[in-house]
């Protein structure tokens, strides 16, 4: 019984993921400049000092198949944001930068209209995954989420807005990610198909256009997407045997 259902959740998961997927890409279709590769290791996530609360942490340890180091990253020119404006303005309400058909960010513990360390929110996903997370840093021009018990995902991601390193008056705003899938199913969905991670990166790809927007002033290029997939055991091994 327990292999049975299993099956029928892996199964649901697939096909919510293949179809969440297609229809990100159709709906919105945003040019991005992508680049993906493969490394003997990914870099670690920057330390945080995550705060305990009643629902467990899923840190990347926990999580199985290969570690992911993702990073979306976009320069807007002539904006009316500073990187401070900015990153208040997501944190006090970030659901104005997510589309709303696709996921919800509930928050769950702390106030609204704001971000401090300790709060959480209830990611309501358009599938069988939902993402529960919860803030372990928070400053002036980042805050990173970490992911909880029950998340599709194992470890953290980081929002951070910056002033542009060559260009006066302009900004760089990242969301950048170091994890691992939560279960087989997940891992299977996620990196032997793509789907998931599709899916992933058209939504953080809308966040990044969504912020460019709200900073009124002008993209400088395509939103630019880093995949870094830690090579594995079996990678090594072919696969046979």
Known sequence: MTR?????ISSASLAA??????????????PV?????????????PPTAAPRGDRELQPEETGVGPRFHRRYEVDVEQTTKTPEDLVA????????????????FEKSKGAEGGLAVGDEYDIKIRSPWDGPVRVVEVGPRRFTLATLDGHME???????????????GALRFSIESWARSRDGAVDFVYDELGL?????QAMWTFFCERVAEDCGGRKVE??????EREETDEDAGGGDG
């Open 4 to 8: 049975l259902r299993s099956v029928l």
């Open 17 to 30: 993921g293949a179809a969440l997927g297609v229809w990100l890409w159709k709906r919105w279709g945003y």
């Open 33 to 45: 400049r992508a680049v993906e590769r493969e490394v003997p290791k990914a870099p670690d996530p």
């Open 89 to 104: 303005c997501i944190g006090a309400d970030i659901q104005r930068y997510v589309p709303d058909e696709i996921a919800t």
């Open 154 to 168: 194992a470890g953290q991601i980081r929002f951070e807005a910056a002033d542009h390193p060559t260009e006066a």
């Open 196 to 200: 998931a991670k599709k899916a992933q």
């Open 222 to 227: 395509e939103v630019r997407v880093l995949t």
